[in-house]
């Protein structure tokens, strides 16, 4: 299983571009997850879905993020503009989901965005 | 809401010692999962060890085991033998059990893990 894919791996941007982050899940899950980590604020979710709806996009900073999940096997995260502030690393996570049972989050290796 | 607190952002040990690592969490629900992932330099995240609220016994997993006080809400880290690729960040999160939909991760701000040779 290749686990999880994010791409690109690393992206540098100037203010005020658009910026698309990719995202994979492991075949078979249904539930996926973007996070962001920075210094300041550590891991936090941004938005998660769970059968391509989303549930939970209360961690949304602004209306400049977005992200969709068009299908069960591809994810985007769009900021549009772009700010230096939205500099950090962006992790997709993607579990199976349902019941009371634990469904383990597995994580991609994360894109590092620095916006200039 | 839930939140889950990290009050060491560094620590370090010496090779082949046992280094303990604090985590506290707040919560007014009574099932919940606690885990303790792990983050090379590599970036990626790294699931180390899980606790259900509702067991008693503590989880383990070879060298790392967990100190699970449900009362006191602490939820720390024992990491026995200590090697030099556990050096790392270490971040403690949270999850309520949850029918249905999956519910999200709380992470703690994490913690530096340095291991001297």
């Known amino acids: 299983d290749a686990g999880v894919i994010q791409s690109p791996r690393h992206e540098v941007t100037e203010m005020g571009q658009e910026v698309t982050l990719r995202c994979k899940p492991i075949?078979?899950?249904?539930?996926l997850f973007w996070y962001r980590q920075t210094m300041m604020r550590g891991l936090e979710l941004l938005i998660y879905?769970?059968?391509?709806?989303?549930?939970?996009d209360s961690g949304m900073p602004e209306d400049r993020f977005s992200a969709k999940m068009p299908n069960a096997s591809f994810s985007t995260l769009k900021i549009q503009p772009s700010e230096p502030r939205d500099s950090a690393v962006y992790f997709c996570?993607?579990?199976?989901?349902?019941?009371?049972?634990?469904?383990?989050?597995?994580f991609g290796p994360g894109t590092r965005l620095t916006v200039l | 809401a839930q939140t889950v607190t990290q009050s060491q952002p560094e620590m370090s040990v010496q090779e082949a010692e046992t280094v303990t690592l604090s985590c506290t969490y707040d919560?007014?629900?009574?099932?919940?999962?606690l885990f303790w992932y792990k983050q090379p330099p590599s970036r990626q995240m790294i699931l180390v060890i899980r606790q259900e609220a509702y067991k008693q016994q503590n989880a383990t997993e070879n060298r790392f085991s967990v100190n699970f006080q449900k009362a006191a809400k602490s939820f720390s880290l024992k990491i026995s033998d200590s090697q030099l690729g556990d050096a790392a960040m270490y971040f403690c999160?949270?999850?309520?059990?949850?029918?249905?939909?999956?519910?999200?991760?709380?992470f703690g701000k994490g913690i530096t893990l340095s291991v001297r040779p």
């Open positions: 999160a949270y999850r309520p059990v949850y029918t249905g939909a999956n519910s999200k991760l709380t």
């Open positions: 996570a993607s579990s199976t989901s349902g019941g009371a049972s634990y469904n383990e989050q597995f």
């Open positions: 075949s078979g899950h249904n539930s």
């Open positions: 919560t007014s629900e009574s099932d919940y999962y």
């Open positions: 879905f769970n059968n391509n709806v989303p549930i939970d």
